[in-house]
Every structure is written in C-alpha cells, then in structure tokens.
C-alpha cells in the first residue's frame, strides 16, 4: 500500500455555469502572462520600451500555439488519422497536446514578424524573454497534471503520480514527469538570468543558452515517459529532437560569440530618447512645483509683515486710556498720604 503520492484531479474541466474552464488552457494562459510580465521587465532592463514585449507576443502566442499542435500532430498522426480516430480531434488543443519544439519554431516566426514591424532586432527580444518562456512552461506542464497524461515509469517512490483508470492508460503510481520538467525549466530560468547578469549575454545567446539547458533536461525526461510516441533507432522521437537541438544551440553561442561578442548596446531605437524626455520632463515639473513652493513661502512672510504693521497701528482698546489715568491718580493720592503722615510722625 502506498503511503503518500501526489493525487491527481478528478477532472481537468471546472463548470462555471454554461462556461467550461479547463485546467490545461488555465495553465497555458496563466504560462503566457508570466513570459509577457518579466519579458517585459527584462526589455526596459536593457533599455526598450514597455510594452514593446506584449505587442510583438500578439504576434508569437498564436503563430506559438499553432506551431506547437501542428508539431504534436503530425508526430503524432496515428492518435487522430488512424483507423477508428476521429481527424476532427486534432482540433480539440484544450485536451492536450502541444509540441514545444513546433511552439517555438513557429512562435519565432510571428516575433519575427513582430519585431520586424516594430524596427527591432529578434535576437536581443529573444534573450530578454528567455527566462519567462522557460517559467511559462514550467506553468504550461501542470496542464498535463489535469488531464493525467505525460507521466513516466511506475514507482512507489514517495512523490509518486497517482494515475486513475482511463482511455489509454492504466491506474497506478508513475514517475511525475510533469513536476520533473516544471521543475527543471525553473532552474533552466535561474541560470539563465545568472548567466546573463554574469556575462552579459548578447545577440540571441540568452535565448540559445535557455534551448540548450532545456534540451538537456528534455533528454533524459524524454527516456522516464512511457506513453506511446515513435522511436528511431531505439531512441524516442523527441529525444533525438533534444539531442539535434542541443548541439544546434551550442555551436550558435560558439560561433555568435566569436563573430558578435558583447551585446546589444541599443535594443530599441529611440527608447533612449524618450526615457531621457521623460527625465526633462520630471525635472522640468520638478523645478515648477519648487518655485511655485518659494512663491508661496514669499506671499507668507509678506502676509505676516502686512499683519503686524496693522497691529502697530491698530486704535487701543476702549476705555484704556481712561484706566491708565485712573491707575495714575491713585498712585498720586497713594505718595500724598504717605508724605502727610512722614511729615507728622516726624
């Protein structure tokens, strides 16, 4: 009997009323919105404008997207165009099935596109959204989570997946690839982001330097799973990817560092000038609100200087002067009465 394992959802379709919310889409959007926001910190790090990262992500996400079904379709053709499989499936992306080598070959041809209209250079916007496309598929594989699917060998082991009885698969307690992977793009994430600051990665090396690290991770996941998928030479369809991939990427950072070393000292064309007009701007209005204070501080003082004039020359009181007089009289009669009666004691 296993004592502890990682339970899986009973559903992967939460009904909010008419509306279906699916948990791999929720995982998907959430992964894009992740990408986007720390892209975007990262692009006016090095010196582009907001927003420039969401604008050109209206362009990759779904070129992204589309690249990637295509990529699990076609490598996976027998789950939809075989006998007894309904074609019209290869549609339904909400229950699964997304190929990150398509998404992201396609997905660079609609940033492409993105940064072409924009007067931008695509390696120097590919290595600031490095780091967030890997948080976002750490956060795209707990999708897999939802619909069971993607788990390895089985185990007893204590973060063992449990898997219920379903079409194409069998209850049991499996290797959790999904969490394996999730967890693996974070670290592929922060050594990015280590590597970045460390060396000051330029022209697309960021962003070969993330496909690597994924790559090499891929690989031995790829091995642990035990869904169906083809095989070439004894090796998994997508372990091969990796391994190509891999290699690709690393003779890119060679060579690109060699022919280009540094990086990118202007990412965005006139980003700087509009940052410097808005530091004009924000001195400019703080020179205003100072001399607007020192206007005010003027009028003040002159305030005070009218007010106490006026007391100087304001009429005194009623009926002082006639107590002062009074007040003299009584020390008059006062020293009178005290001189009478010195001079008869004497």
């Given at each position: 009997?296993?004592l502890?394992?990682?339970?899986?959802?009973s559903?992967?379709?939460?009904?909010?009323?008419?509306?279906?919310?699916?948990?791999y889409?929720?995982?998907?959007?959430?992964g894009?919105?992740?990408?986007?926001?720390?892209?975007?910190k990262?692009?006016?790090?090095r010196?582009?404008?907001?927003g420039?990262v969401a604008?050109?992500?209206?362009?990759?996400?779904p070129?992204?997207?589309?690249?990637?079904?295509l990529?699990?379709v076609?490598?996976?053709?027998q789950?939809y165009f075989?006998e007894?499989?309904n074609w019209?499936?290869a549609?339904k992306?909400?229950?699964?099935g997304l190929?990150i080598?398509?998404?992201?070959?396609?997905?660079?041809?609609?940033?492409?596109?993105?940064?072409?209209?924009?007067?931008?250079?695509?390696?120097?916007?590919?290595?600031?959204l490095?780091?967030?496309?890997a948080?976002?598929?750490?956060c795209?594989?707990?999708g897999?989570w939802f619909?069971?699917e993607?788990y390895?060998?089985e185990?007893?082991?204590?973060?063992?997946?449990e898997?219920?009885?379903?079409?194409?698969?069998?209850?049991?307690?499996?290797?959790p690839?999904?969490?394996?992977?999730?967890?693996?793009?974070?670290?592929?994430?922060?050594?990015?982001?280590w590597?970045?600051?460390?060396?000051?990665?330029?022209?697309?090396?960021?962003?070969a330097?993330?496909?690597?690290?994924?790559?090499a991770g891929?690989?031995?996941?790829?091995?642990?799973?035990?869904?169906?998928?083809?095989?070439?030479?004894?090796?998994?369809?997508?372990?091969?990817?990796?391994l190509?991939v891999?290699?690709?990427?690393?003779?890119?950072?060679?060579?690109?560092?060699?022919?280009?070393p540094?990086?990118?000292?202007?990412?965005e064309p006139?980003?700087?000038?509009d940052?410097?007009?808005a530091?004009?701007?924000?001195?400019d209005?703080?020179?205003?609100?100072?001399?607007?204070?020192?206007d005010a501080?003027?009028e003040?003082?002159?305030?005070?200087?009218?007010?106490a004039?006026?007391?100087?020359k304001?009429?005194?009181?009623?009926?002082?002067?006639?107590?002062a007089?009074?007040t003299?009289?009584?020390?008059?009669?006062a020293e009178?009465d005290?001189t009478a009666k010195?001079?008869?004691?004497?």
């Amino acid at each position: 009997m296993d004592l502890a394992f990682i339970p899986s959802p009973s559903t992967g379709v939460i009904n909010l009323g008419p509306i279906p919310l699916r948990g791999y889409a929720f995982c998907i959007i959430i992964g894009v919105f992740v990408a986007v926001w720390f892209g975007n910190k990262r692009w006016v790090a090095r010196g582009g404008r907001s927003g420039t990262v969401a604008d050109i992500a209206v362009w990759a996400v779904p070129f992204g997207l589309v690249g990637g079904r295509l990529y699990h379709v076609i490598t996976d053709y027998q789950l939809y165009f075989s006998e007894g499989e309904n074609w019209v499936d290869a549609f339904k992306i909400w229950e699964g099935g997304l190929g990150i080598w398509g998404a992201i070959a396609l997905g660079a041809v609609g940033a492409w596109i993105g940064c072409r209209r924009r007067g931008i250079p695509l390696p120097a916007w590919a290595d600031a959204l490095a780091p967030g496309i890997a948080l976002a598929q750490a956060c795209g594989r707990w999708g897999n989570w939802f619909n069971q699917e993607l788990y390895g060998k089985e185990t007893d082991l204590p973060w063992a997946l449990e898997i219920s009885e379903g079409p194409n698969r069998v209850a049991g307690t499996y290797h959790p690839t999904f969490l394996y992977e999730s967890l693996w793009c974070i670290g592929v994430a922060l050594l990015v982001i280590w590597a970045d600051r460390r060396f000051k990665l330029g022209h697309g090396r960021a962003f070969a330097l993330y496909v690597a690290a994924y790559c090499a991770g891929r690989g031995w996941i790829e091995y642990m799973r035990v869904d169906e998928a083809h095989h070439i030479l004894g090796l998994r369809l997508n372990v091969w990817t990796a391994l190509i991939v891999f290699v690709l990427a690393v003779a890119y950072i060679v060579i690109s560092a060699k022919l280009r070393p540094g990086r990118e000292e202007i990412v965005e064309p006139g980003a700087a000038e509009d940052a410097e007009k808005a530091g004009d701007d924000a001195k400019d209005g703080a020179e205003d609100a100072a001399g607007t204070a020192k206007d005010a501080s003027v009028e003040l003082t002159k305030d005070g200087d009218d007010a106490a004039d006026a007391g100087k020359k304001a009429d005194p009181a009623p009926g002082a002067d006639e107590a002062a007089e009074s007040t003299d009289a009584d020390e008059r009669a006062a020293e009178k009465d005290d001189t009478a009666k010195a001079a008869k004691n004497g």
